[in-house]
């Protein structure tokens, strides 16, 4: 394993040219699909990468049907992301991602001895440099002493950019692997041993109400990469 942790980019390259495996469907029904998202592929596709491989359309792909998004999961990340298979199906899951009820958690490796519970209401900026109303909760399932890392869950009230990263950062508890907010150092050292070669962060479970009424409930079990991660710790 190379000292340096390899960049995003090439993770993404190489991810391509793999066969392309059918994604795993973690819920279908007539007017949601929930998906597992590996990490390496575009949500979907960008100006700037037109061309690339995205999750929206190998899922449209798959299922021979338009599907509509309603929220989005960085590249680098892993875990499930929700669609509406048709607009008003789309709008209802928006509707109920925004509601104080929805539950969408996720798992996060972060530097140092992190508190048992803790939270972050930091305002974030947007792209347009306003300062955003953001809540994040995170409470700490594990802890590493040898290496001053913990493993949290993390559960968003809001859906800033990057904002779990962001929060975590602002708290001195950096996301390990994270190239843009991380630590250099960190992440050098997670890498070199215990073989973390992107942001482990993953995508775990979503509560929400459904579109035709009562609870949307899934989860996406945790990347094979990262479990590789937590055994090596472990060890």
């Known amino acids: 394993m190379n000292d340096e942790l390899a960049e995003p980019a090439t993770l993404a390259a190489t991810a391509s040219t793999r066969s392309v495996a059918p994604l795993v469907l973690l819920h279908l029904d007539e007017r949601v699909v929930v ?3 590996p ?11 037109s061309g690339e491989d995205a999750l929206l359309q190998r899922l449209r792909d ?13 590249r680098m990340s892993s875990g499930l992301i929700a669609y509406g298979l048709d607009r008003s199906s789309a709008g209802r899951l928006q509707a109920g991602l925004q509601a104080a009820d929805a539950r969408k958690e996720y798992l996060v490796l972060v530097r140092g001895l ?34 001053r890392a913990s493993l949290l869950c993390a559960r968003i009230h809001t859906g800033r950019s990057h904002q779990i ?5 602002l708290a001195g508890h950096h996301v390990l692997g994270d190239p843009r907010y991380g630590k250099a150092r960190a992440n050098r050292r997670c ?6 070669a992107r942001p ?3 995508a775990w479970r979503l509560d929400v109400a459904h579109p035709d009424g009562g609870r949307l409930v899934a989860e996406a079990p945790l990347a094979v990469d990262l479990v590789a991660v937590l055994a090596s710790l472990r060890a």
Do not use: I, M, N, Y
């Open 114 to 147: 992190a508190p048992r519970e803790f939270e972050s209401r930091a305002p974030l900026v947007d792209d347009k440099d306003v300062a955003r109303d953001a809540h994040s909760e995170f409470r700490r399932l594990a802890s590493f002493p040898d290496e």
């Open 62 to 74: 798959q299922l021979g049907r338009r599907v509509h998004p309603v929220h989005r999961l960085d």
């Open 191 to 196: 890498a070199r041993h215990h073989g973390l």
């Open 35 to 37: 998906v597992d998202k």
């Open 200 to 202: 482990f962060l993953h």
């Open 39 to 49: 990490a390496g592929l575009l949500v979907h596709r960008t100006h700037a990468g």
């Open 165 to 169: 990263r962001r929060h975590l950062a």
